[in-house]
C-alpha cells in the first residue's frame, strides 16, 4: 500500500473535524507535553501532527522550537497556513518516520497520539523505535499514544494493534523509563467512543 498516498488522499476529501481522531484541542497531549518540558525552549516533535491544533496550542503556550512530521503533504500545508505567521518556529516535515531523516539527539520530546499503533509489522515498529532511540536526547521523554486494548480494531479502513501500558512499554525496552500511564475515552465527532492509552517515558 502506497501510505502518503492513502493518508493524502484522505486529507484532500475530508474536512480537518470529518475523521474518527479529530478533537478541537489535544488536552491530554498538551498537559503530557507541559510535564516533560516546562522550558519553552524545549525542542518537541510531533510525529503524525496531521491537521491537530497541538501545533497552535504548543505555540500559544510560547514553544518555539517545533517539529511537524507527517506522511501527507495536505496535512502538513493545511496546519502550516492556520498558524500563518507562526509558522516560522515550526520545522515541517513531510515524510514516513520510520524512514525520515532526524537529526541525532535533536529533541527533547518525542510526541505521537496514533501513529504507532498502526505499524502492525515488527520490522516496521523496529525502525520507528530507532528512529526514536537516535533522536531523543538523553534524558529527554517520550509520549506515545495508541488505541487502548478496548479500542478498535481498525481505523480509516486499516488493521492496527492495540496496547496496554506494558505491552507498549515492552515495545520499546528497559531504556525508556515509564513514568506514567494513563487511559482516556475520546468520543469522536460521529458520537462514539475510542478508547486511548497514553504512555510517557524518561529516556536513560
Keep these: 500500500m502506497n501510505t502518503e498516498g492513502h493518508w493524502d488522499s484522505i486529507y484532500r476529501t475530508k474536512a480537518p473535524d470529518?475523521?474518527?481522531?479529530?478533537?478541537?484541542?489535544?488536552?491530554?497531549s498538551l498537559e503530557l507535553i507541559k510535564h516533560a518540558a516546562p522550558n519553552l525552549s524545549a525542542s518537541i516533535i510531533d510525529v503524525g501532527g496531521v491537521e491537530s491544533?497541538?501545533?497552535?496550542?504548543?505555540?500559544a503556550q510560547g514553544y518555539r522550537n517545533l517539529s511537524i512530521l507527517d506522511v501527507s503533504p495536505t496535512a502538513i500545508?493545511?496546519?502550516?497556513?492556520?498558524?500563518?505567521?507562526?509558522?516560522r518556529y515550526v520545522t515541517w516535515m513531510v515524510a514516513d518516520i520510520t524512514e525520515?531523516?532526524?537529526?541525532?539527539?535533536g529533541y527533547d520530546v518525542w510526541h505521537d497520539r496514533a501513529v504507532f499503533h498502526f505499524l502492525t509489522k515488527l520490522e516496521d515498529r523496529e525502525a520507528?523505535?530507532?528512529?526514536?532511540?537516535?533522536?531523543?536526547?538523553?534524558?529527554?521523554?517520550?509520549?506515545?499514544?495508541?488505541?487502548?486494548?478496548?479500542?478498535?480494531?481498525?481505523?480509516?479502513?486499516?488493521?492496527?494493534?492495540?496496547?496496554?501500558?506494558?505491552?507498549?512499554?515492552?515495545?520499546?525496552?528497559p531504556?525508556?523509563?515509564?513514568?506514567?500511564?494513563?487511559?482516556?475515552?475520546?468520543r469522536t465527532?460521529?458520537?462514539?467512543?475510542q478508547q486511548f492509552l497514553y504512555c510517557l517515558c524518561k529516556v536513560d
Aim: glycine share 8%; with cysteine; charged share 25%.
Design 189 to 193: 465527532p460521529f458520537g462514539t467512543t
Design 128 to 173: 520507528y523505535i530507532r528512529q526514536v532511540k537516535q533522536s531523543i536526547k538523553p534524558g529527554g521523554y517520550v509520549i506515545v499514544a495508541t488505541f487502548g486494548l478496548e479500542g478498535p480494531t481498525k481505523c480509516s479502513g486499516l488493521d492496527v494493534v492495540r496496547y496496554d501500558a506494558d505491552s507498549l512499554h515492552d515495545e520499546f525496552g
Design 100 to 105: 525520515a531523516a532526524l537529526p541525532r539527539h
Design 77 to 87: 500545508e493545511v496546519s502550516r497556513k492556520r498558524v500563518g505567521e507562526f509558522s
Design 18 to 28: 470529518a475523521v474518527t481522531w479529530y478533537r478541537p484541542h489535544l488536552e491530554r
Design 175 to 186: 531504556r525508556f523509563r515509564l513514568v506514567e500511564h494513563t487511559t482516556e475515552l475520546h
Design 53 to 59: 491544533t497541538l501545533v497552535d496550542d504548543l505555540l
